[in-house]
């Protein structure tokens, strides 16, 4: 079986780059700014036919905005672009069911390379089709990407001219109703099937192939090492490179670990033993793996958590002295054995994340420790890493924000990425 996909609208969510592109391309040309009803209908058909049909320009005004276009959105726009997320895990199950995968596509060449490879959707791909010189007619596309007697063929696309080209070239059409189209758009240019998230592709084309595994990402770091922003910018990141990403935290992320966290953060309980405090944090933290955690990662997502084992072991081994051996034995059977396959340490003095800390809000219970218990957790942190620094990635977070959040990008999506291959 063939699948081959359009790209925007289909693949990526790319109406920023493209839309922003057209109206500086308008001002240009002296034009007024179109607005969002016909920005829309940009997304799809030719360029020239756009500029043409719902701009009101001449043939020859069309082909002058059109290297207006083309210099800002070959070097700017191509890259202000979303991957709809599930795409990735929709791309890994086709292809472990089997699936020949392609783009056909009315883009030129260059940007589309430069989408597909800053996205990393090339390596999925057998063949990328894409308009020359002016040439972008969907039928003559889906032939050129086919071999000799392809067997079954799908198109997926979002508007109709993916639908008439599918049509034209004797294939079948399949509706992405998340796109810059509708249903009765797709329906009405011939689409057999319509399905309104990226998910329902692989469920509709190959419903026998199980999802392939997902990935189980935590973030640890001292309080006040900016770990909530952090996890806020990479969430955005995976989910512009189509992760399908679902947060949680620690303790928490379910309905009874938000209440065993009530009880663990409530400034009232002073009086909690050591070894409750640690047993509460293994409990919420059973109740995630299997409630959340698990569930997840088998259907192809990425949990993303704001802390998992690390930190019990860090702050009741550690800060607490139960001792790093002790915390991970209590843990044992609440984890059993889902263990996240990348762990982001922001890595910053506890001294300065403390400071940090206490000037944005009022500490809760556990940040109301002294030096000691800190320096203590902090020590324990280091002794993890050092027992497993192939699970850990360190990220200096003893800069400006910006740079952290590249600096742990750049490791997040370096090493799923080269688990996808």
Same mark, same amino acid.
């Given at each position: 079986m063939w699948v081959l996909f359009d790209?925007?609208?289909?693949?990526?969510?790319?109406?920023?780059?493209?839309?922003?592109?057209?109206?500086?391309?308008?001002?240009?040309?002296?034009?007024?700014?179109?607005?969002?009803?016909?920005?829309r209908q940009c997304i799809?058909?030719?360029?020239?036919?756009?500029?043409?049909?719902?701009?009101?320009?001449?043939?020859e005004q069309a082909d002058q905005a059109l290297v207006i276009y083309r210099e800002r959105y070959n070097t700017v726009g191509c890259f202000e672009n979303?991957?709809?997320?599930?795409?990735?895990?929709?791309?890994?199950?086709?292809?472990?069911?089997?699936?020949?995968?392609?783009?056909?596509?009315g883009k030129p060449e260059k940007p589309t390379s430069r989408i597909l490879d800053h996205f990393?959707?090339?390596?999925?791909?057998?063949?990328?089709?894409?308009?020359?010189?002016?040439?972008? !007619?969907?039928? @003559? *596309?889906?032939?050129? $990407?086919?071999? %000799?007697?392809?067997?079954?063929?799908?198109?997926?696309?979002?508007?109709?001219?993916d639908m008439e080209g599918a049509v034209l070239a004797g294939v079948h059409g399949l509706g992405a109703a998340w796109g810059y189209g509708s249903e009765e758009e797709l329906l009405a240019?011939?689409?057999?099937?319509?399905?309104?998230?990226p998910r329902e592709i692989a469920?509709?084309?190959?419903?026998?192939?199980?999802?392939?595994?997902?990935?189980f990402l935590s973030v640890e770091g001292m309080d006040g090492s900016g770990k909530g922003t952090q996890i806020a910018r990479l969430q955005d990141t995976l989910d512009?490179?189509?992760?399908?990403?679902?947060?949680?935290?620690?303790?928490?992320?379910?309905?009874?670990?938000?209440?065993?966290?009530?009880?663990?953060?409530?400034?009232?309980?002073?009086?909690?033993?050591? !070894?409750?405090? @640690? *047993?509460?944090?293994? $409990?919420?933290? %059973?109740?995630?793996?299997?409630?959340?955690?698990?569930?997840?990662?088998?259907?192809?997502?990425?949990?993303?958590?704001?802390?998992?084992?690390?930190?019990?072991?860090?702050?009741?081994?550690?800060?607490?002295m139960l001792g790093v051996d002790r915390v991970l034995r209590i843990n044992e059977p609440a984890v059993d054995g889902t263990m996240p396959d990348l762990t982001v340490w922001l890595d910053i003095d506890h001294h300065k994340a403390m400071a940090r800390r206490c000037a944005a809000s009022e500490p809760d219970r556990m940040e109301m420790e002294n030096d000691g218990f800190h320096t203590r957790t902090e020590q324990a942190y280091r002794e993890l890493i050092a027992r497993e620094p192939g699970r850990f990635?360190?990220?200096?977070?003893?800069?400006?924000?910006?740079?952290?959040?590249?600096?742990?990008?750049?490791?997040?999506?370096?090493?799923l990425m080269e688990a996808e291959r």
């Amino acid at each position: 079986m063939w699948v081959l996909f359009d790209l925007d609208g289909t693949l990526t969510q790319s109406e920023e780059g493209i839309w922003k592109t057209i109206r500086h391309t308008a001002d240009k040309m002296g034009f007024p700014e179109p607005d969002e009803a016909v920005l829309r209908q940009c997304i799809g058909p030719p360029l020239t036919w756009s500029f043409q049909t719902l701009m009101g320009m001449s043939k020859e005004q069309a082909d002058q905005a059109l290297v207006i276009y083309r210099e800002r959105y070959n070097t700017v726009g191509c890259f202000e672009n979303r991957v709809y997320p599930g795409i990735r895990a929709v791309l890994k199950r086709l292809r472990k069911s089997g699936a020949h995968l392609g783009i056909v596509t009315g883009k030129p060449e260059k940007p589309t390379s430069r989408i597909l490879d800053h996205f990393g959707i090339t390596p999925f791909l057998e063949t990328v089709v894409c308009a020359t010189d002016g040439h972008a !007619e969907k039928d @003559a *596309l889906i032939r050129k $990407a086919l071999p %000799a007697d392809p067997g079954e063929v799908w198109m997926v696309g979002d508007r109709r001219f993916d639908m008439e080209g599918a049509v034209l070239a004797g294939v079948h059409g399949l509706g992405a109703a998340w796109g810059y189209g509708s249903e009765e758009e797709l329906l009405a240019a011939g689409a057999e099937k319509i399905a309104r998230t990226p998910r329902e592709i692989a469920d509709m084309l190959c419903p026998d192939t199980p999802w392939e595994r997902g990935a189980f990402l935590s973030v640890e770091g001292m309080d006040g090492s900016g770990k909530g922003t952090q996890i806020a910018r990479l969430q955005d990141t995976l989910d512009r490179f189509g992760f399908e990403v679902i947060l949680c935290r620690e303790p928490g992320g379910t309905p009874i670990g938000e209440k065993i966290r009530g009880i663990l953060l409530d400034r009232e309980n002073k009086g909690m033993t050591d !070894e409750t405090e @640690a *047993l509460l944090y293994a $409990a919420s933290r %059973a109740q995630l793996v299997r409630e959340v955690i698990r569930p997840a990662v088998a259907e192809g997502k990425v949990i993303l958590c704001d802390r998992f084992v690390d930190s019990s072991v860090a702050y009741q081994g550690g800060g607490r002295m139960l001792g790093v051996d002790r915390v991970l034995r209590i843990n044992e059977p609440a984890v059993d054995g889902t263990m996240p396959d990348l762990t982001v340490w922001l890595d910053i003095d506890h001294h300065k994340a403390m400071a940090r800390r206490c000037a944005a809000s009022e500490p809760d219970r556990m940040e109301m420790e002294n030096d000691g218990f800190h320096t203590r957790t902090e020590q324990a942190y280091r002794e993890l890493i050092a027992r497993e620094p192939g699970r850990f990635l360190t990220v200096n977070a003893d800069q400006d924000r910006d740079a952290v959040a590249a600096e742990a990008a750049r490791g997040v999506l370096g090493r799923l990425m080269e688990a996808e291959r």
